[in-house]
């Protein structure tokens, strides 16, 4: 059995480590709040911007009219843009993603294509080390690493439009988002959203009669919301990975304290109970070298 003094040494251990658990739980839990807030109020707008775009390419009959960013084409060539964290101690947040980002190149691979990795957090840029020594020819572009850190709109545009560039110039024939999709504190799910071509919703059954009055003209509309649409997905999709972390981030530090508690409440019965042999014996001892007097 341990001695008093290395119980006493443990005792202390679990209780600075359940101080920063639960200083990080709190932490966690003010930024939650505030990115669940700005979360909530900009994806109902994104989602709801990107259904009336879909809808209304989708009802064009005019075959003249083109929106090249909702062109479909053969995949030869695919841009994954994955977004994790930059630090640790959020549960399997990260490991998520890797382990997504893993199957996704995986699975285009296996059909012969080019890949574009574009990793958004130190985390899942040290995964793609140990899938690059896999698939050594496959791209990667670290040059918005540390964009998740703190997600920005102006900064988020520049990968938005690269990307729209590289899609338009016929680079890379479709963009993949890999994130986790905050839908509660403690549940983060895996998602993969086609960024581009953007989607398109056909004008059938309860749509065929659905009419749309566009001012001034067709082509000014798109021109004009396309843009709009595809920064505002880009961004949301960030913000959503952002609290996401500080979901899974609360959830762990919640558990990690909750452990610390029950580690703290074993260790302290432990030492009781040493403690109480120790007196034992001494008692014994005092006793047996009195009755030797005797």
């Known amino acids: 059995m341990a001695s008093l003094k290395e119980i006493r040494a443990r005792i202390g251990s679990v209780q600075s ?64 843009v994955a977004i994790s964290s930059s630090s640790g101690l959020c549960g399997a947040f990260n490991s998520n993603i890797a382990k997504l980002l893993k199957q996704k190149i995986e699975e285009n691979k296996s059909i012969d294509r080019e890949i574009l990795v574009i990793p958004i957090g130190t985390k899942v840029a040290e995964s793609l080390k140990a899938i690059q020594r896999q698939y050594p020819d496959i791209e990667i572009n670290k040059e918005f690493v540390h964009l998740c850190e703190k997600p920005d709109y102006n900064e988020s545009c520049k990968v938005s439009q690269l990307l729209t560039e590289k899609f338009q110039s016929g680079e890379y024939d479709r963009v993949e988002l890999i994130y986790n999709h ?27 009669n659905r009419l749309y ?33 500080f979901g899974a981030r609360t959830t762990a530090m919640q558990a990690a304290s909750e452990n610390a508690e029950k580690l703290l409440s074993e260790i302290t019965v432990q030492y009781n109970r040493a403690r109480q042999e120790s007196i034992t014996n001494e008692l014994i001892d005092i006793v047996s070298g009195s009755l030797a007097q005797k």
């Open 182 to 208: 905050f839908k509660n504190a403690g549940v983060q799910i895996p998602t993969v959203d086609q960024f581009l071509p953007i989607a398109t919703i056909s004008a059938e059954g309860g749509d065929s």
């Open 213 to 245: 009055f566009v001012e001034p003209n067709p082509k000014d509309f798109v021109e004009s919301l396309v843009p709009i649409v595809i920064k505002t997905v880009f961004y949301t999709t960030l913000l959503d990975s952002s609290t996401a972390e």
């Open 17 to 80: 480590t359940h101080k920063i658990t639960s200083a990080m739980k709190m932490v966690s839990a003010a930024k939650l709040h505030k990115a669940e807030d700005r979360t909530l109020q900009a994806v109902p707008y994104k989602n709801k911007l990107s259904e009336v775009l879909a809808r209304y390419l989708g009802s064009i009959d005019d075959e003249n009219f083109r929106v090249s960013l909702s062109v479909e084409r053969e995949v030869k060539k695919i841009a994954l």
